[in-house]
């Protein structure tokens, strides 16, 4: 096999010095640990690196003091040299187009100090600007099983092959080895950050998606195995330039209290008998015999030390649940066919422990719009906790400060508005001073623009709407009473529009919710999305989208350019369970009719090909490319935002025009876009490459349908190949 060489002409205001950091092999799938390895000197400034028995590899070029080119792909060998690939030493010409074969996936601007697309991520060094960054969204347990010993089956909706009778589709199936081993998926999609649904150890009878929380200072066994640890998966995403953001629940725990600090009152699962049944008689797939937990010797569901004696003792022994114990509440024994349910699955609200838990109450009707939400308990199994408590307080701090020091970059907070803001930020304010420059965002779900006191059809008090977490100020009606707080939100007012425009082919209302940003203490770092694992931008909020695929395109490239940061949910870049229920409706239904569906199907080595020739797969793949080299569609302020329903054009300025760039957007047909009052230059087109010249503050440009226009001033020009979308 005949080798690959590279040639690199290092740039004069580099180290003398220069590494080459590979990885992507193929066929050997060989990598190197950042910054690589020493390149040698050829001649005239040159620098020679030969790989053996390699057809193609990934590589970034450093001098191991701070300069780097961008993420580099070589299917033969060549020359680089000024921000391009050459195949000949003679040919070397900045003016010279890349040829084939040989690609850059961002070529560095005059005007732009863009960063590569995956540069390792150092767990000691500084944690940048989170703007810069791009987000998968997945729910680890349905995302890519690698160890199918781990799989777990929840004692709720477990689906049945109709056939067979037997139990598949574990609840518990992705898991971090199966993670670990689709990260170049999410690598060559594009993504640069992961938000993992919550971690830490569960137990409630659907608790694969982790919102259940145990024990916060263990992880769930469900989800590690002895190779593919927590750590492992920190650190191998780390490798991969792939940043790790922890979903973490701060307003409630189980509804069997924390492992080792308080306990709720229950009696063990395992002596539950249905109505019109009998104990060791239950044939519920894996629940043999009764509904305890089967994959423990003495099948009971919790372990907590803090249990009373007598529970402690039936922990240890009786797995069959057919012991007599009494209940010590009544007085009666059990096993009894039809015994009280709510002893073994409810809660008394008012027994619970005041040092862990709140005692008012479950929310119900008109709760969720109202004070009530920061009072009551959400459900049966999520129990609020007490969280202005000090021992609250120090439990769950301490717990998410370990994960923080094992490499997480970032955190997602659970339920926003079910706790007070300023208690909140206690939390959030404490881990940032743990680990200065933390990146943390909250989910205020809210299915409308959330604007509060402020009106806009809002029927909620300002004090549980996403901008008044963004501020720090007093006044409902007033947000300029305070400044930034520091913690952005999930951007539930843009997405609420999305009802009534892109599901409909239109771009109309998005300007009435961008000119609002002023409410929020910093409109960029925002976190935005089309859907999630809860929503969808369907009529009532409960459905995948189920839009035409143009559309979809169309709400992409609407939210890669605007401000905020971009989250893609899994699945989303095939239209994966389109127009299913995001979670189970019906009482019958199971994960596999949900949006929740497994997700692994479609990564297997056979199926993966397919999956990454998705038109909408290739879209996002670009738009990733393309917002990572221009700093302006990161963090540039908004002007000039205007839209007519088939079109819309806004302006992005970061840092006084050092990254610059007029944007039109397009959906349902072609458009022409104009934009007057900017600054005069040369744009190029980062769809087409096309270049104008813009002398008089007015820059035309046309854009077909569904596609986008990116002028940017001084720009590199063309990044990416043209798609189904963007052409």
Same mark, same amino acid.
């Given at each position: 096999?005949?080798?690959?060489?590279? =040639?690199?002409?290092?740039?004069?205001?580099?180290?003398?010095?220069?590494?080459?950091?590979?990885?992507? %092999?193929?066929?050997?799938?060989?990598?190197?640990?950042?910054?690589?390895?020493?390149?040698?000197?050829?001649?005239?400034?040159?620098?020679?690196? =030969?790989?053996?028995?390699?057809?193609?590899?990934?590589?970034?070029?450093?001098?191991?003091?701070?300069?780097?080119?961008?993420?580099?792909?070589?299917?033969?060998?060549?020359?680089?040299?000024?921000?391009?690939?050459?195949?000949?030493?003679?040919?070397?010409?900045?003016?010279?187009?890349?040829?084939?074969?040989?690609?850059?996936?961002?070529?560095?601007?005059?005007?732009?100090?863009?960063?590569? $697309?995956?540069?390792?991520?150092?767990?000691?060094?500084?944690?940048?600007?989170?703007?810069?960054?791009? +987000?998968?969204?997945?729910?680890?347990?349905?995302?890519?099983?690698?160890?199918?010993?781990?799989?777990?089956?929840?004692?709720?909706?477990?689906?049945?092959?109709?056939?067979?009778?037997?139990?598949?589709?574990?609840?518990?199936?992705?898991?971090?080895?199966?993670?670990?081993?689709?990260?170049?998926?999410?690598?060559?999609?594009?993504?640069?950050?992961?938000?993992?649904?919550?971690?830490?150890?569960?137990?409630?009878?659907?608790?694969?998606?982790?919102?259940?929380?145990?024990?916060? %200072?263990? /992880?769930?066994?469900?989800?590690?195995?002895?190779?593919?640890?927590?750590?492992?998966? /920190?650190?191998?995403?780390? &490798?991969? *330039? /792939?940043?790790?953001?922890?979903?973490?629940?701060?307003?409630?725990?189980?509804?069997?209290?924390?492992?080792? &600090?308080?306990?709720?009152?229950?009696?063990?699962?395992?002596?539950?008998?249905?109505?019109?049944?009998?104990?060791?008689?239950?044939?519920?797939?894996?629940?043999?015999?009764?509904?305890?937990?089967?994959?423990?010797?003495?099948?009971?569901? /919790?372990?907590?030390?803090?249990?009373?004696?007598?529970?402690?003792?039936?922990?240890?022994?009786?797995?069959?649940?057919?012991?007599?114990?009494?209940?010590?509440?009544?007085?009666?024994?059990?096993?009894?066919?039809?015994?009280?349910?709510?002893?073994?699955?409810?809660?008394?609200?008012?027994?619970?422990?005041?040092?862990?838990?709140?005692?008012?109450?479950?929310?119900?009707?008109?709760?969720?719009?109202?004070?009530?939400?920061?009072?009551?308990?959400?459900?049966?199994?999520?129990?609020? $906790?007490? %969280?202005?408590?000090?021992?609250?307080?120090?439990? $769950?701090?301490?717990?998410?400060?370990?994960?923080?020091?094992?490499?997480?970059?970032?955190?997602?907070?659970?339920?926003?508005?079910?706790?007070?803001?300023?208690?909140?930020?206690?939390?959030?304010?404490?881990? &940032?001073?743990?680990?200065?420059?933390?990146?943390?965002?909250?989910?205020?779900?809210? &299915?409308?623009?959330?604007?509060?006191?402020?009106?806009?059809?809002?029927?909620?008090?300002?004090?549980?709407?996403?901008?008044?977490?963004?501020?720090? *100020?007093?006044?409902?009606?007033?947000?300029?009473?305070?400044?930034?707080?520091?913690?952005?939100?999930?951007?539930? @007012?843009?997405?609420?529009?999305?009802?009534?425009?892109?599901?409909?082919?239109?771009?109309? @209302?998005?300007? =009435?919710?961008?000119?609002?940003?002023? +409410?929020?203490?910093?409109?960029?770092?925002?976190?935005?999305?089309?859907?999630?694992?809860?929503?969808?931008?369907?009529?009532?909020?409960?459905?995948?989208?189920?839009?035409?695929?143009?559309?979809?395109?169309?709400?992409?490239?609407?939210?890669?350019?605007?401000?905020?940061?971009?989250?893609?949910?899994?699945?989303?870049?095939?239209?994966?369970?389109?127009?299913?229920?995001?979670?189970?409706?019906?009482?019958?239904?199971?994960?596999?009719?949900?949006?929740?569906?497994?997700?692994?199907?479609?990564?297997?080595?056979?199926?993966?090909?397919?999956?990454?020739?998705?038109?909408?797969?290739?879209?996002?793949?670009?738009?990733?490319?393309?917002?990572?080299?221009?700093?302006?569609?990161?963090?540039?302020?908004?002007?000039?935002?205007?839209?007519?329903?088939?079109?819309?054009?806004?302006?992005?300025?970061?840092?006084?025009?050092?990254?610059?760039?007029?944007?039109?957007?397009?959906?349902?047909?072609?458009?022409?876009?104009?934009?007057?009052?900017?600054?005069?230059?040369?744009?190029?087109?980062?769809?087409? *490459?096309?270049?104008?010249?813009?002398?008089?503050?007015?820059?035309?440009?046309?854009?077909?349908?569904?596609?986008?226009?990116?002028?940017?001033?001084?720009?590199?020009?063309?990044?990416?190949?043209?798609?189904?979308? $963007?052409?």
């Amino acid at each position: 096999m005949p080798e690959l060489v590279i =040639r690199f002409l290092k740039p004069a205001d580099w180290a003398d010095f220069v590494h080459i950091h590979y990885w992507n %092999t193929y066929p050997s799938g060989e990598n190197t640990h950042w910054p690589g390895v020493p390149v040698m000197v050829d001649n005239d400034g040159w620098f020679v690196y =030969r790989f053996n028995g390699v057809k193609s590899a990934s590589v970034v070029f450093n001098d191991g003091n701070g300069s780097q080119t961008g993420d580099l792909h070589c299917a033969r060998s060549g020359y680089y040299a000024n921000g391009h690939w050459h195949e000949y030493e003679e040919n070397v010409d900045p003016r010279v187009a890349a040829f084939s074969g040989i690609s850059a996936a961002t070529r560095p601007s005059s005007n732009a100090s863009a960063k590569p $697309l995956h540069v390792p991520v150092d767990p000691n060094g500084p944690l940048g600007d989170f703007r810069e960054e791009t +987000i998968y969204f997945l729910l680890t347990a349905r995302f890519n099983e690698g160890d199918p010993s781990s799989s777990f089956f929840c004692r709720d909706r477990i689906k049945f092959n109709p056939d067979t009778g037997e139990p598949e589709d574990p609840h518990w199936r992705g898991d971090f080895k199966g993670l670990i081993e689709r990260l170049d998926y999410l690598r060559d999609l594009g993504f640069t950050a992961i938000w993992i649904t919550p971690p830490v150890e569960n137990r409630s009878g659907l608790d694969y998606h982790g919102y259940h929380a145990y024990d916060w %200072t263990r /992880i769930d066994p469900r989800l590690e195995s002895p190779d593919a640890t927590y750590q492992n998966l /920190i650190d191998e995403a780390h &490798k991969r *330039g /792939i940043k790790i953001i922890q979903d973490v629940v701060v307003n409630h725990s189980c509804q069997y209290g924390i492992r080792g &600090k308080v306990h709720i009152d229950h009696l063990p699962i395992k002596y539950y008998v249905p109505q019109g049944s009998e104990q060791g008689r239950v044939d519920h797939g894996p629940y043999q015999g009764h509904l305890g937990n089967y994959t423990w010797p003495n099948r009971d569901d /919790i372990d907590n030390p803090l249990a009373p004696d007598w529970y402690r003792e039936r922990h240890h022994s009786d797995p069959e649940g057919k012991l007599p114990l009494q209940d010590p509440k009544t007085g009666e024994t059990i096993p009894k066919p039809g015994y009280d349910p709510g002893r073994f699955f409810g809660i008394d609200a008012q027994a619970l422990d005041p040092e862990w838990y709140m005692q008012q109450g479950f929310i119900c009707g008109g709760d969720w719009e109202s004070e009530a939400v920061q009072k009551k308990h959400i459900a049966g199994d999520c129990i609020n $906790l007490a %969280t202005d408590r000090q021992n609250v307080k120090d439990y $769950l701090i301490g717990a998410v400060n370990r994960y923080l020091d094992m490499g997480v970059d970032a955190l997602r907070i659970d339920t926003v508005k079910h706790v007070p803001r300023d208690n909140l930020l206690e939390y959030v304010n404490a881990w &940032k001073a743990h680990k200065p420059g933390l990146f943390v965002f909250g989910e205020n779900l809210v &299915k409308g623009y959330g604007w509060g006191d402020l009106g806009g059809g809002d029927n909620g008090p300002s004090f549980i709407r996403p901008w008044w977490y963004t501020r720090l *100020g007093h006044d409902p009606r007033n947000p300029h009473s305070g400044g930034d707080s520091g913690f952005p939100q999930l951007d539930f @007012g843009l997405f609420s529009t999305f009802r009534d425009n892109l599901s409909r082919g239109s771009f109309e @209302g998005v300007a =009435r919710v961008l000119e609002m940003d002023w +409410i929020y203490g910093n409109a960029s770092t925002l976190v935005t999305f089309l859907q999630n694992h809860d929503v969808g931008p369907d009529n009532d909020f409960r459905f995948r989208f189920k839009g035409e695929q143009w559309m979809a395109a169309a709400a992409y490239n609407l939210l890669w350019t605007v401000r905020g940061i971009p989250c893609l949910y899994y699945g989303e870049e095939i239209e994966f369970m389109k127009g299913a229920p995001q979670d189970v409706i019906g009482n019958d239904d199971t994960l596999d009719q949900t949006g929740r569906a497994y997700f692994g199907d479609h990564l297997t080595d056979e199926n993966i090909g397919t999956t990454q020739s998705h038109p909408l797969y290739q879209h996002i793949k670009r738009l990733n490319q393309i917002r990572r080299a221009i700093p302006a569609l990161q963090k540039g302020e908004m002007s000039q935002i205007h839209e007519w329903g088939s079109g819309m054009r806004f302006v992005r300025d970061f840092q006084d025009g050092a990254s610059y760039a007029v944007v039109g957007l397009s959906i349902g047909s072609d458009q022409d876009i104009a934009v007057e009052n900017i600054r005069n230059g040369v744009y190029r087109d980062a769809i087409t *490459g096309k270049e104008m010249s813009v002398g008089n503050g007015c820059l035309g440009f046309h854009v077909p349908a569904n596609s986008a226009g990116i002028y940017v001033l001084n720009g590199a020009g063309k990044i990416g190949s043209d798609g189904v979308y $963007l052409r």
